[in-house]
């Protein structure tokens, strides 16, 4: 079966990091493009970042340019965020997902089926 396990999250101060991680098992890792997306309480889920399968190039949301940074590794089969210079509006649920019909991103990576995974709270305090 299918699994994506995300670990990482945790409770984080303004200002700081945190890096998640996404062990993927069940399909081939680099037959997918492999996405972040999160979602807050009263809030549109939001894709957050995307890494394609091939290249590896990325995508990200205007929101976390510039401070979060996606990676991937084959040798593991693990998905990574790195997120800095977290602010209270990035606290949400995390999941990592397999994004479907396609090895590469596109600018409407978010919008594709994708199998999830479960998710990882991080919570930014002020």
């Known amino acids: 079966e299918v699994q994506l396990v995300e670990s990482g999250g945790g409770l984080v101060q303004a200002g700081g990091s945190l890096r998640l991680s996404c062990a993927a098992s069940?399909?081939?890792?680099?037959?997918?493009?492999l996405g972040w997306f999160r979602q807050a309480p009263g809030k549109e889920r939001e894709g957050v970042s995307c890494?394609?399968?091939?290249?590896?190039?990325?995508s990200d949301a205007d929101s976390v340019k510039g401070r979060f940074t996606i990676s991937r590794d084959s040798a593991r089969d693990t998905v990574y965020l790195q997120m800095d210079r977290l602010t209270p509006e990035d606290t949400a649920v995390y999941y990592c997902?397999?994004?479907?019909?396609?090895?590469?991103?596109?600018?409407?990576?978010?919008?594709?089926?994708?199998?999830w995974g479960h998710g990882t709270q991080v919570t930014v305090s002020s």
């Open positions: 997902a397999a994004i479907i019909y396609g090895t590469v991103c596109g600018d409407t990576w978010y919008t594709r089926s994708a199998r």
């Open positions: 069940g399909f081939t890792f680099d037959d997918y493009a």
């Open positions: 890494i394609s399968s091939s290249d590896r190039s990325t």
